[in-house]
T-cell receptor, first 113, second 114 residues
Framework: TQLLEQSPQFLSIQEGENLTVYCNSS?????LQWYRQEPGEGPVLLVT?????EVKKLKRLTFQFGDARKDSSLHITAAQPGDTGLYLC?????????????FGRGTQLTVWP | NAGVTQTPKFQVLKTGQSMTLQCAQD?????MSWYRQDPGMGLRLIHY???????DQGEVPNGYNVSRSTTEDFPLRLLSAAPSQTSVYFC?????????????FGSGTRLTVV
């Protein structure tokens, strides 16, 4: 059973379009993180959201943590080819051992010029 | 700073062979972990360590051993490789902050068992 469900699994869009990726769970999380992974490399941390309802912005990327801390979203405005990659959400459920991280299966984003 | 260094980058093993995947970090992080990444499965935790001399099992520990004799190093050993262990392996180290942990991943080892 996957603790974090990400949708969509694949997303293929044209440069300039907007998109949203979702990360959902039935469990409450202490925090949620978003990573981006490029081919042949390890995941790189983009952001951590900690408080329910929190919104963080990183240039054209907007991250939101749900009020109940069970879900999160990543919104990209005016996507660019450089945004192409695998986006992963991850987090420690409340009560998990020493902040152990659980990952979603990822959203593969392709942005065409 | 080098961050997290994994070696080798690629490896091909025959079924039944043993090998050790190396992982070293220079950030003085207490917490280190090993994940495997398979298509459509995301990253799954194999083993983790909260400090030198302390290790514990993750979601998929069978077929793997670890040890943590120093803060810097956390090798992963495959005692008798099986085709089901074909995967990309990532080592990560992390530090804690209020509300969670910040993870740094290595660039991975792509292992094929034939």
């Amino acid at each position: 059973t996957q603790l974090l469900e990400q949708s969509p699994q694949f997303l293929s869009i044209q440069e300039g379009e907007n998109l949203t990726v979702y990360c959902n769970s039935s469990s409450v999380f202490s925090s949620l993180q978003w990573y981006r992974q490029e081919p042949g490399e390890g995941p790189v941390l983009l952001v951590t959201v900690v408080t329910g309802g929190e919104v963080k912005k990183l240039k054209r990327l907007t991250f939101q943590f749900g009020d109940a801390r069970k879900d999160s979203s990543l919104h990209i405005t005016a996507a660019q080819p450089g945004d192409t990659g695998l986006y992963l959400c991850a987090g420690p459920p409340v009560g998990s051992t020493l902040g152990r991280l659980y990952f979603g299966r990822g959203t593969q984003l392709t942005v065409w010029p | 700073n080098a961050g997290v260094t994994q070696t080798p980058k690629f490896q091909v093993l025959k079924t039944g062979q043993s090998m050790t995947l190396q992982c070293a970090q220079d950030m003085n992080h207490e917490y280190m972990s090993w994940y495997r990444q398979d298509p459509g499965m995301g990253l799954r935790l194999i083993h983790y360590s909260v400090g030198a001399g302390i290790t514990d099992q993750g979601e998929v520990p069978n077929g793997y051993n670890v040890s943590r004799s120093t803060t810097e190093d956390f090798p992963l050993r495959l005692l008798s490789a099986a085709p089901s262990q074909t995967s990309v392996y990532f080592c990560a180290s992390s530090y804690s902050f209020v509300g969670g942990r910040s993870y740094t991943f290595g660039s991975g080892t792509r292992l094929t068992v034939v």
